[in-house]
């Protein structure tokens, strides 16, 4: 099904074919090795501070990055413990998070050196339910002052640059215990003074924004939305926008997306509609990806993509009829279950990981660039075929698109800003090749890291 603008007129009509579309349709510890102290950096230094950047939008700042390494010109360090979160990035310290001895940690290492600066204890380590998963999937986030870190058992805890504790809540202890089937994925965003927290889930669902600084809860938006069993459980992450010069948290799962006012976590507009045949097994995973006023949601287990202007959202408020006009486009033949799209300039570019047979429009390793506002494919162009699937969500890098698998492999494609379609320029693949390498890659300031199964990788030109 190719991708429609709708019209006011053409609004039921498309509605319809979107409902019908949609229904055809997771060592012992090393020493702590001293560092150059960073606890004066500030929010500038934050070279990398969410799990797509600060921007949200997976873009890396214009640097000289490198195209090609192998495991002889790379450096590597062992990270302790199980975790696959996404590190964030100040100055020449990166952060991640692992389980540890039975413990949650926020671990610190120093970029120059590999060493590890910090191990933090954050309460009691879950562990895993699904073989990719750990109790350590989300990622941290940093203001380049703290670090706030959030793992499976439900520990919300905020340190300084150094490793100290500054504050440290349990949500699940407040709100009540965690009912996802699998391992939590939703990493904390940061908006404005707030980190922010989405929970959803099978029962009591929330976003909770709570102040860095103290740890005093802001705001909580009881985001009890209708979905049927495992529907109702999300692994995506919240997304901080701004519309019409106001703060916003954007939050896809459970079925529909919400925009809630950032400063006072007031309720904004509500879109359903993302699973109008009420499957019950329609988890989501990957996030969405704003670009403009345009919020791009994958859904259907990577069977859709749906475009919806979030101004019009907001406009039609609680109008559930209403908030139907702000839907733009959707689509049946593009989508990613897993990896979240990147985006820039109007542009989203997707890596689909669909477990469709081998004849599908866009079948596994296939990369897309559409236009945020219609829904048009600008391109499609395949990656060389793998046994692996892909988890790790891709990077935009200048006029490069950066995409790792599972089995730590990252292929570079050239030429992406175009229409016409890129070319795979480089495949580089690394020793730790053991399933599942599932963070995805983040800039630093003169080079990448990537976190595979059991390493962080450091690769520079």
């Known amino acids: 099904m190719s991708q429609t603008h709708l019209s006011a007129s053409l609004l039921s009509a498309r509605l319809a074919a979107f409902a019908a579309c949609l229904a055809s349709l997771v060592f012992s510890s090393p020493a702590v090795m001293a560092a150059e102290s960073v606890s004066a950096k500030s929010k500038s230094d934050a070279v990398w501070s969410q799990w797509r950047g600060g921007s949200q939008q997976g873009v890396a700042p214009e640097g000289d990055y490198p195209i090609e390494w192998s495991e002889a010109d790379s450096t590597k360090c062992m990270v302790p413990g199980s975790g696959a979160s996404t590190p964030v990035v100040v100055g020449n310290r990166a952060f991640l998070t692992s389980g540890i001895d039975g413990k949650n940690h926020l671990l610190g290492v120093d970029i120059d050196s590999l060493e590890f600066v910090f191990q933090t204890p954050l309460g009691e380590d879950r562990g895993n339910k699904h073989r990719k998963g750990s109790g350590s999937n989300p990622s941290p986030v940093t203001d380049g002052k703290h670090v706030i870190?959030?793992?499976?058992?439900?520990?919300?805890?905020?340190?300084?640059?150094?490793?100290?504790?500054?504050?440290?809540?349990?949500?699940?202890?407040?709100?009540?215990?965690?009912?996802?089937?699998?391992?939590?994925?939703?990493?904390?965003?940061?908006?404005?003074?707030?980190?922010?927290?989405?929970?959803?889930?099978?029962?009591?669902?929330?976003?909770?924004?709570y102040d860095i600084e103290s740890g005093d809860m802001a705001w909580k938006d009881d985001r009890m939305v209708p979905a049927p069993e495992e529907a109702a459980q999300s692994y995506s992450t919240p997304l901080a926008t701004e519309i019409d010069g106001e703060a916003v948290v954007a939050v896809l799962g459970a079925d529909h997306l919400t925009l809630t006012d950032a400063k006072t976590g007031k309720r904004l507009g509500t879109l359903g509609g993302f699973n109008p045949n009420q499957e019950k097994y329609f988890r989501s995973i990957a996030s969405p990806v704003i670009t403009g006023n345009v919020i791009v949601c994958p859904y259907s287990r990577g069977g859709t993509l749906t475009g919806v202007d979030m101004k019009q959202l907001i406009e039609a408020g609680e109008d559930e009829n209403a908030a139907k006009n702000a839907i733009l486009w959707m689509r049946d033949d593009a989508g990613s279950d897993v990896p979240t799209p990147a985006a820039r300039d109007g542009v989203v570019y997707l890596i689909s990981d669909s477990k469709k047979k081998k004849d599908a429009p866009r079948p596994k390793g296939t990369l897309s660039a559409l236009a945020a506002e219609t829904g048009e494919v600008l391109w499609d162009t395949k990656l060389e075929r793998t046994r692996a699937s892909y988890s790790s969500s891709p990077l935009i890098v200048g006029d490069r698109l950066y995409v790792t698998d599972e089995a730590g492999t990252t292929s570079?494609?050239?030429?992406?800003?175009?229409?016409?379609?890129?070319?795979?320029?480089?495949?580089?693949?690394?020793?730790?090749?053991?399933?599942?390498?599932?963070?995805?890659?983040?800039?630093?300031?003169?080079?990448?890291?990537?976190?595979?199964?059991s390493h962080l990788y450091k690769v520079t030109r």
């Open 412 to 453: 570079v494609v050239q030429g992406i800003s175009g229409d016409s379609e890129p070319e795979l320029i480089q495949t580089n693949e690394v020793d730790d090749d053991e399933q599942f390498t599932v963070a995805s890659p983040v800039p630093f300031a003169d080079g990448l890291l990537l976190r595979t199964k």
């Open 149 to 209: 870190s959030y793992f499976r058992s439900g520990d919300l805890a905020c340190c300084d640059l150094e490793g100290k504790p500054v504050w440290h809540i349990n949500l699940q202890e407040q709100f009540g215990e965690d009912t996802l089937w699998w391992d939590l994925g939703s990493s904390p965003m940061i908006v404005d003074n707030l980190v922010v927290v989405a929970v959803m889930q099978t029962g009591p669902s929330y976003i909770v924004a």
